[in-house]
């Protein structure tokens, strides 16, 4: 009876796809497609097109690699199997990290989209503030122990949903082709903006290895997940490039390059008051949403970290109403700090530079498994073997020089924080097995 209880609670397929989709599918798309034209023009449709083609390598390694294991974890289980402890502590690490970031660029994505109407939030310290104001209200929220209902989730899916797709079907018969040329800004490819698009755009994709993670609660992940992905990937990609097509198509490539929020803009050329009302709601409803379930889940991931043994026991204390307000007041501050840091746009890619911390070590781990798990039972055969993580790891590798190296010490900084602590918990576990 048990057997079946948990046959009925496990993910089918279509769930797995609407999970990814919804995974997927943020801010990202709402607010960044001004600053790809801005960059490549519209060769910004190919930037995403290239962004699906990275993202997909690293999916498939990822659902390569889960087929190994029965319990969820994804990338800290990954690493730690293939390369020891220390590197499993880097990356479990890191994966608290990835979610302050990606808290602090929802708060400033929040704050962009309400600029719109509200010319205070578009400033600089206007951003500042609201940012702020959303952080620590968020965090008081959680220590005074307020759970976000399951009916959230189904608010932020349709929130986002709706609008984009009222978005294609109405304004994609208001295209102008003229608007599509030249294919870069002025004429010609400058050198050295295709890589930053890339990178910026790759912010959109991310959100798929929540999917992978969570394969221990799929029906027949081994079967179910590499199509799910597949199909996943190209329906995202799909919305994307529809997206970008409009967007451009409606305004330009120069009135676009413009636009702090581009779907909002073209939307409302063609529908007026309705169709901009429209989107800046979903686009609130949707990054506020989310922003309020990160909140929730951020400052656990620094509890599941102590519970392992990773981070000091204190990180993981609870109050009365069992809000782990060590953690909340951690990451709520780290995150303030980050927000008031840059833009969305800045924040995004340092956000999207952050998951490569995850993505470069589980395509590594790939490589390994493929020769020490040989005798492993998996359904999941990896075309081409060790090719498609190779390519995975380069490009990201490449990605990762477009950037600048404050970036990259924000993005990826936590990896040299967590050498610290891996040494100061190792040093304390071997105290307390010696006092044993």
């Known amino acids: 009876m048990a057997t079946e209880t948990n046959k009925k609670n496990e993910l089918g397929f279509w769930s797995i796809i609407l999970l990814g989709i919804n995974g997927i599918i943020g801010s990202g798309i709402f607010l960044l497609p001004n600053q790809a034209a801005k960059m490549v023009g519209t060769a910004s449709i190919f930037v995403l097109i290239f962004d699906a083609l990275l993202v997909f390598a690293i999916a498939v390694c990822f659902a390569k690699a889960a087929t190994y294991f029965d319990e969820n974890g994804g990338p800290y289980l990954y690493a730690q199997d293939a390369f020891g402890g220390f590197v499993g502590f880097e990356v479990g690490f890191v994966t608290w990290a990835i979610r302050i970031?990606?808290?602090?660029?929802?708060?400033?994505?929040?704050?962009?989209?309400?600029?719109?109407?509200?010319?205070?939030?578009?400033?600089?310290?206007?951003?500042?503030?609201?940012?702020?104001?959303?952080?620590?209200?968020l965090a008081i929220m959680n220590i005074a122990g307020v759970r976000v209902s399951k009916v959230v989730n189904n608010i932020i899916t349709v929130s986002k949903l709706i609008p984009l797709v009222l978005f294609i079907a109405v304004c994609i018969w208001f295209i102008k082709g003229g608007n599509f040329t030249p294919?870069?800004?002025?004429?010609?490819?400058?050198?050295?903006?295709?890589?930053?698009?890339?990178?910026?755009?790759?912010?959109?994709?991310?959100?798929?290895?929540?999917?992978?993670?969570?394969?221990?609660?799929?029906?027949?992940?081994?079967?179910?997940?590499?199509?799910?992905?597949?199909?996943?990937?190209?329906?995202?990609?799909?919305?994307y490039i529809l997206i970008q097509v409009v967007c451009i198509g409606v305004l330009g490539t120069t009135t676009l390059a413009?636009?702090?929020?581009?779907?909002?803009?073209?939307?409302?050329?063609?529908?007026?008051?309705?169709?901009?009302?429209?989107?800046?709601?979903?686009?609130?409803?949707?990054?506020?949403?989310?922003?309020?379930?990160?909140?929730?889940?951020?400052?656990?991931?620094?509890?599941?970290?102590?519970?392992?043994?990773?981070?000091?026991?204190?990180?993981?204390?609870?109050?009365?109403?069992?809000?782990?307000?060590?953690?909340?007041?951690?990451?709520?501050?780290?995150?303030?700090l980050i927000a008031v840091s840059g833009t969305f746009n800045y924040l995004a890619q340092i956000s999207a530079i952050s998951r490569f911390a995850q993505y470069i070590p589980t395509c590594l781990a790939v490589?390994?498994?493929?020769?020490?798990?040989?005798?492993?039972?998996?359904?999941?055969?990896?075309?081409?073997?060790?090719?498609?993580?190779?390519?995975?790891?380069?490009?990201?590798?490449?990605?990762?020089?477009?950037?600048?190296?404050?970036?990259?010490?924000?993005?990826?900084?936590?990896?040299?924080?967590?050498v610290p602590f891996y040494f100061l918990m190792a040093h304390n576990k071997k105290r307390r097995e010696e006092a044993a």
Do not use: C
Request: hydrophobic share 55%; proline share 6%; no cysteine.
């Open 101 to 137: 970031i990606a808290e602090a660029t929802m708060a400033v994505a929040f704050t962009t989209a309400l600029g719109s109407i509200w010319p205070f939030a578009a400033t600089v310290v206007g951003k500042d503030v609201v940012a702020a104001t959303l952080i620590i209200l």
């Open 183 to 239: 294919l870069f800004p002025g004429g010609h490819y400058t050198s050295g903006t295709f890589g930053p698009a890339a990178v910026t755009m790759f912010y959109a994709f991310t959100g798929f290895e929540g999917v992978v993670v969570a394969a221990g609660d799929m029906r027949d992940p081994e079967r179910n997940l590499p199509k799910a992905l597949i199909i996943v990937m190209l329906t995202v990609l799909a919305f």
């Open 367 to 418: 490589i390994v498994f493929i020769k020490t798990k040989k005798g492993v039972p998996s359904n999941f055969h990896l075309p081409l073997g060790p090719v498609i993580p190779l390519v995975a790891i380069i490009v990201s590798i490449w990605l990762l020089f477009q950037v600048t190296f404050q970036q990259i010490a924000w993005g990826l900084g936590a990896l040299v924080v967590a």
């Open 258 to 336: 413009k636009s702090a929020t581009p779907i909002q803009a073209a939307f409302g050329r063609v529908a007026g008051g309705f169709g901009s009302a429209l989107v800046e709601a979903g686009t609130l409803l949707s990054t506020g949403g989310l922003l309020v379930a990160s909140s929730y889940i951020t400052p656990r991931s620094g509890v599941a970290l102590a519970d392992h043994g990773m981070m000091p026991p204190a990180l993981a204390k609870v109050n009365k109403k069992d809000g782990p307000w060590v953690s909340i007041i951690v990451s709520s501050t780290i995150g303030l």
